[in-house]
């Protein structure tokens, strides 16, 4: 929770997802200046095992272990429900798209960094979608994830936001910052319930 946010007002909030072995310390270390400045809660789960569900966002540990954190979340914290995102790194930029697909009437936005593929055929809403990927990316070739998920998303009727920018399988803080900037300027998707 950022230290600036105001306890009565509502505020944004986003489901942060490691990559695969990765912790959810790594995230927060990443993440929390444009929590910080952006003023965003930041719920930031681990995956119950080394890397997120296989089911991608269909009734396994992980989500019935978001389930629960997320309703944790909205009983204790003001969560402005059309500024619910979701976000990850890798393996958790790919759950972060499915999840985010899947329940667009929850995730008004999604930003995914290096994700490695897209699945979720059964969308429900149309959130706006951020992609960045490093054009050296060894682990996960942009040609092979993040050119082809953008083409797919396009494809499907998504909005999609896509940076491509110098570097490998990372995070840079040029990168982050750029999703704040998209975060901010980017409406809520106008599907809510």
Do not use: C
Not at 6 to 26: C, E, T, V, Y
């Amino acid at each position: 929770m950022p230290r600036s946010l105001p306890l009565d007002l509502p505020a944004p909030l986003m489901l942060l997802l490691h990559g695969s072995k990765g912790n959810a310390r790594q995230m927060l270390e990443v993440m929390q200046p444009l929590a910080e400045s952006e003023g965003i809660l930041l719920l930031i789960p681990e995956s119950r095992g080394p890397t997120w569900d296989d089911k991608m966002g269909r009734h396994g540990e992980d989500l019935a272990f978001i389930d629960g954190a997320l309703a944790h979340v909205f009983s204790r914290h003001a969560v402005a429900r059309e500024r619910i995102s979701v976000a990850g790194f890798s393996a958790g930029a790919s759950y972060a798209l499915a999840l985010g697909i899947l329940n667009g009437d929850l995730f008004s936005r999604i930003l995914a960094f290096s994700p490695a593929f897209v699945h979720a055929d059964e969308p429900r809403g149309v959130p706006a979608i951020f992609i960045a990927h490093g054009d050296q990316d060894l682990a996960l070739p942009v040609e092979e994830s993040g050119r082809r998920i953008v083409a797919e998303l396009r494809a499907a009727g998504f909005g999609v936001h896509y940076l491509e920018f110098s570097g490998g399988h990372s995070m840079p803080v040029e990168v982050v910052r750029a999703a704040a900037r998209w975060l901010r300027e980017t409406p809520p998707s106008v599907n809510l319930p």
